[in-house]
């Protein structure tokens, strides 16, 4: 399956490069107070996608990436054994970008021809699946205009 979230760090911050440093188990917290509460956090995706539409692969997608944490789907519990990571660069309550509905719908395709398995009814969002504990991608994510475009 496909999960869908979002990040931004500092929160409501974009363009930095703190993502990829987090991702890359190399943040340092001293550079903001929010970020103290990540100290020790282990976390990635198996994609990107920026706020211009630049996508970055940090995981294969052969390979785990610890993105859904607790996390269950259609009965089955720890979401990172059989998922797909993507996260946008963003809030849940700010407009994702043109470029970015453009690359994900690009990335999807592609990862629906190489992984039959991902349907359109087997893509979700993190707060589907960590229902309570995540929030992402919120309600600025426009669901039905991402399903039509696949």
């Known amino acids: 399956?496909?999960?869908i979230h979002n990040i931004s760090l500092p929160?409501?911050?974009?363009?930095?490069?703190y993502i990829e440093q987090l991702f890359l188990g190399k943040l340092d917290i001293e550079a903001d107070n929010s970020f103290k509460?990540?100290?020790?956090?282990?976390?990635?995706?198996?994609?990107?996608?920026?706020r211009d539409g630049e996508l970055v692969q940090y995981v294969s997608c052969d390979d785990r990436a610890w993105h859904?944490?607790?996390?269950?789907y259609d009965n089955r519990q720890a979401c990172n054994d059989f998922s797909?990571?993507?996260?946008?660069?963003?809030?849940?309550?700010?407009?994702?970008?043109e470029a970015q509905y453009l690359r994900?719908?690009?990335?999807?395709?592609?990862?629906?021809?190489?992984?039959?398995?991902?349907?359109?009814?087997?893509?979700?969002?993190?707060s589907d699946i960590a229902?309570?504990?995540?929030?992402?991608?919120?309600?600025?994510?426009?669901?039905?205009?991402?399903?039509?475009a696949l």
């Open 1 to 3: 399956m496909l999960v």
């Open 104 to 126: 994900l719908v690009e990335l999807t395709k592609s990862l629906m021809l190489s992984y039959p398995l991902i349907t359109p009814a087997r893509i979700t969002g993190h």
């Open 68 to 72: 859904a944490g607790v996390s269950q």
């Open 11 to 17: 929160a409501g911050c974009f363009g930095l490069p």
């Open 131 to 148: 229902p309570g504990r995540k929030t992402d991608p919120g309600s600025s994510f426009d669901w039905q205009r991402y399903k039509a």
């Open 37 to 50: 509460e990540l100290q020790g956090l282990e976390v990635s995706a198996h994609f990107l996608i920026r």
């Open 84 to 97: 797909i990571g993507i996260e946008l660069e963003g809030t849940d309550d700010l407009p994702y970008s």
